[in-house]
C-alpha cells in the first residue's frame, strides 16, 4: 500500500514537471504569471474601490473583507493548481473520449485526471492570497502566535481540500450531463466572492448554504474571527479540516459512482 | 466572388452555428442559473453597502441603489456576449493546424470566422440573457430590476445592445487574430480579454470607480459591451448623451475590425501550419 502511495506520488510529480515543462516552450509564457497577477489584483478592487466610495460599514473595514477573502482565494488557487485536471476533465477529456485511454492504464484515475492538466501560473493566485492575508493582518494589528499561524494553515488546507471536492464532484456528475456544467461557477468562483460582504450583513439563507451545503465560511470566516479574535466561539475556528474533508469524501463517492457507470463518448 | 453568395453563405453559417447551440438547452439553463445567483450576491453586497456604510446615503456617484441594482441584472444579462475565450471551434482549428484548410474555402477568413464566432456567440446566449434579465423583473421587491428610465432612454438602450453585441464581436475577432500568432500561447489574449471584463462594467458598475477615472472610463472602448447600453436603460446618461456614446461604440468596433482585418491579412501571408 505504501509503495504504491509512493509509486503514484512519483507519477503526479513527473506530470506536472512534463507540463511545466511543455508549458514554458511558448515563447509569452510569462505573459500567463502577469496575466494572473492582473486577475488578483482586479478581483478585490471592486471590494476596494468600494469602500473607497462608501466608506466603513460599522466597525467592518477594507482589511477584514481582505482577510477573508484571501485567505477563501488563497485556498481556491491551491486547489486549482494541484488538482487543475479535474476542472478540465468535463469539457476535455470526457467528451472527446481521452479518458478511455486513461482507463486501461494501471494507475489510480484519481492520481492520472488530477495531473492530466497544471499550469505553474495558477499557483500565482495562493501566493497573492497568502500576502494579501498577511497584509491584512498586519493592518488589524494582528500579532502572530504559532498557533494562530497554526489555525491559519489549516484554514487552507481545508479550503483547498473543500475546493478539491468541488472539482471532484463536478467531474463526477459530468458523467451524467456531459454538458451543460455552467453550474461549476457556482462553487468555485462565485462561491468566494461572497465572503465579499460582510458575515453579520449576510442574509440567513445564504450564510447558511455556504456553511451546511458548501462550507465556505468555516474555511475563510470562522479562522479569521479566532485569529482576530472577533468575538466568535473559538472552537468554530478548527472546523476547517473537517468540513473539508467531508465535502472532499462526499464527492469521491459521487465520482466513483459516475466512473462506474461510465459509457464512452467520443470516439 | 460576389457580393451575393458571401451573404449567402454567410447566413447558412450563422444558421448552423445558432442551431448547434441550441442543441445544449441544459447549459443555457445552468447558465441562468449561474448568472441570477451571481446576481442576487451583488444586490445583497450594494444593498448592503448603500444601506449600512459610512456615506452610503450621500455617496454622491450618480446611482441610486435601485438603479444599482438594475444595472447588476442587465449587465449579467449582457455579460455572456463577452465570452471571456476565443470561440473554441476556431481555437482547436488554430492549434491543430486546420487554418490551412479554412484558407481553402472560397470565402475570406475574416468574415467567415466573424461570423461563425458571432453566430456561435448568440446561439445559446440570447435564451439565456432573456431568462437572466426575465428572472430579475420577477425577483422580490427590494431586488427586483426596476423599469426603464424613459421610453425613449429604453430604445437608445436597445440600439446600443445591438451595438454593444458588434462590438463584442470585433474585438473577439481582434483577439482571435492575435492567436493566430500560436508560438505565443495563450497569455497575450487572456490578458485582453480580462482587461475587457474588468473595464465594461460587469464587475462594478463604472460610476462607482473613482471620480477622475470617468472621463478615462467613458472613453475606452469596453464600456461600450455593458456599461453604456445599461446606463442609457437605468437613466444615469440621459438620451440626449445616447448619441455621441452609440457613436463611441461605433467608433470603437470599425477600429477593431479594421486592425484584426489587418493583422490577419498580415500574419496569414507568413503562417506556419502547425501539425499535419
Not at chain 1, 477573502?69 to 473520449?97: I, K, N, T
Not at chain 1, 492520481?111 to 488589524?140: D, K, N
Not at chain 2, 457580393?3 to 441562468?32: D, K, N, P, W
Not at chain 2, 441603489?65 to 476565443?86: D, E, K, N, R
Amino acid at each position: 500500500m505504501k509503495r504504491r502511495m509512493i509509486a503514484e506520488g512519483k507519477i503526479y510529480y513527473k506530470y506536472l514537471q512534463m507540463h511545466l515543462l511543455s508549458g514554458m516552450e511558448y515563447k509569452g509564457w510569462w505573459l500567463m504569471l502577469i496575466q494572473v497577477l492582473v486577475v488578483v489584483i482586479s478581483d478585490p478592487i471592486a471590494t476596494v474601490l468600494l469602500f473607497s466610495r462608501f466608506g466603513n460599514i460599522g466597525e467592518w473595514t477594507v482589511a477584514h473583507i481582505i482577510l477573508v477573502y484571501a485567505l477563501a482565494v488563497a485556498s481556491f488557487g491551491l486547489a486549482e493548481s494541484l488538482c487543475r485536471g479535474f476542472d478540465y476533465f468535463p469539457w476535455q477529456m470526457l467528451r472527446s473520449g481521452d479518458f478511455d485511454r486513461l482507463l486501461l492504464r494501471p494507475r489510480s484515475l484519481f492520481v492520472q485526471v488530477a495531473a492530466s492538466r497544471f499550469h505553474l501560473h495558477r499557483l500565482v493566485r495562493p501566493v497573492t492570497g497568502i500576502c494579501a492575508a498577511g497584509w491584512a493582518l498586519s493592518e488589524l494589528g494582528v500579532s502572530l502566535t504559532p498557533g494562530k499561524i497554526a489555525i491559519l494553515a489549516m484554514a487552507l488546507a481545508g479550503g483547498c481540500i473543500m475546493y478539491c471536492g468541488v472539482f471532484v464532484l463536478t467531474s463526477g456528475l459530468a458523467f451524467f450531463t456531459i454538458k451543460g456544467l455552467d453550474w461549476i461557477y457556482l462553487l468555485t468562483n462565485a462561491s468566494y466572492q461572497i465572503t465579499r460582504c460582510p458575515e453579520p450583513y449576510m442574509p440567513r439563507a445564504l450564510k447558511s448554504m455556504f456553511s451546511f451545503v458548501l462550507p465556505m465560511l468555516f474555511i475563510s470566516f470562522y479562522p479569521a474571527a479566532t485569529v482576530c479574535g472577533w468575538g466568535y466561539p473559538q472552537w468554530l475556528g478548527y472546523l476547517s479540516l473537517p468540513a473539508g474533508a467531508a465535502f472532499l469524501c462526499f464527492s469521491l463517492l459521487v465520482w466513483r459512482f459516475g466512473v462506474r457507470h461510465y459509457k464512452s463518448t467520443g470516439s | 466572388m460576389n457580393f451575393r453568395s458571401t451573404c449567402r453563405a454567410c447566413s447558412s453559417l450563422f444558421r448552423i452555428r445558432m442551431a448547434e447551440g441550441l442543441q445544449y438547452r441544459a447549459s443555457a439553463i445552468s447558465g441562468v442559473f449561474v448568472s441570477v445567483f451571481w446576481g442576487l450576491i451583488e444586490c445583497v453586497l450594494f444593498t448592503v453597502f448603500y444601506t449600512y456604510s459610512d456615506n452610503g446615503a450621500w455617496n454622491n456617484n450618480g446611482l441610486a441603489l435601485s438603479q444599482t441594482i438594475s444595472y447588476v441584472w442587465l449587465a449579467q444579462g449582457l455579460f455572456v456576449l463577452q465570452t471571456m475565450s476565443i470561440d473554441s471551434e476556431i481555437m482547436s482549428k488554430i492549434n491543430n493546424g486546420d487554418v490551412g484548410v479554412e484558407l481553402c474555402r472560397p470565402l475570406n477568413l475574416y468574415t467567415h470566422w466573424f461570423v461563425k464566432s458571432s453566430a456561435g456567440k448568440l446561439g445559446t446566449s440570447w435564451l439565456r440573457s432573456l431568462a437572466t434579465i426575465l428572472t430579475g423583473f420577477l425577483m422580490p421587491a427590494g431586488y427586483a430590476l426596476g423599469a426603464p428610465a424613459s421610453v425613449l432612454g429604453f430604445a437608445c438602450f436597445l440600439l446600443s445592445a445591438v451595438m454593444a453585441f458588434v462590438l463584442c464581436s470585433s474585438f473577439a475577432m481582434f483577439v482571435t487574430a492575435i492567436r493566430l500568432n500560436i508560438t505565443w500561447g495563450d497569455g497575450p489574449t487572456y490578458m485582453l480579454l480580462l482587461f475587457s471584463g474588468i473595464l465594461s462594467g460587469t464587475y462594478l458598475p463604472l460610476r462607482l470607480w473613482p471620480d477622475f477615472m470617468q472621463t478615462f472610463l467613458y472613453l475606452q472602448p469596453f464600456g461600450g459591451f455593458a456599461d453604456i447600453p445599461v446606463q442609457l436603460y437605468v437613466g444615469s446618461l440621459t438620451p440626449s448623451a445616447a448619441l455621441p456614446a452609440i457613436g463611441l461604440q461605433f467608433f470603437w468596433s470599425a477600429v477593431f475590425i479594421a486592425s484584426g482585418r489587418t493583422i490577419m491579412d498580415h500574419k496569414l501571408k507568413s503562417i506556419i501550419v502547425q501539425g499535419g
